[in-house]
Nanobody
Framework: QVQLVESGGGLVQAGDSLRLSCAAS????????IGWFRQAPEKEREFVAA???????YYADSVKGRFTISRDNAKNTVYLQMNSLQPEDTAVYYC????????????????WGQGTQVTVSS
């Protein structure tokens, strides 16, 4: 069992940066892959980025080059550094965990946080 808590969201202007954190409790965190997903109003949840147990990373094309996912296993935390934010990045951001998910598919993750709101004004 893994419990996830996201933090770091907020209201920023276009071009600004934010760093989201996903803090995990439970055992064997370093065995889990962590994914970030987001959901904007009236839109489906979409993949943003993921990092597996070995540190391999995956990114959606829409955030590649702007967002960076990383993990600190000593702190049981995964980070999502978001630079050059744009209004279209506005959404609730969720982190999710599983041992062997298909990184881009939300249905393959078993554990989810409650989400953190990111709002980017133009």
């Amino acid at each position: 069992q893994v419990q996830l808590v996201e933090s770091g969201g907020g209201l920023v202007q276009a071009g600004d940066s934010l760093r989201l954190s996903c803090a995990a409790s439970g055992r064997a965190f370093d065995n889990y892959a962590i994914g970030w997903f987001r959901q904007a109003p009236e839109k489906e949840r979409e993949f943003v980025a993921a990092i597996n147990w070995s540190g391999r990373t995956y990114y959606a094309d829409s955030v590649k080059g702007r967002f960076t996912i990383s993990r600190d296993n000593a702190k049981n935390t995964v980070y999502l550094q978001m630079n050059s934010l744009q209004p279209e990045d506005t959404a609730v951001y969720y982190c999710a965990a599983n041992t062997l998910p298909t990184p881009v598919r939300s249905s393959t993750y078993n554990y989810w946080g409650q989400g953190t709101q990111v709002t980017v004004s133009s």
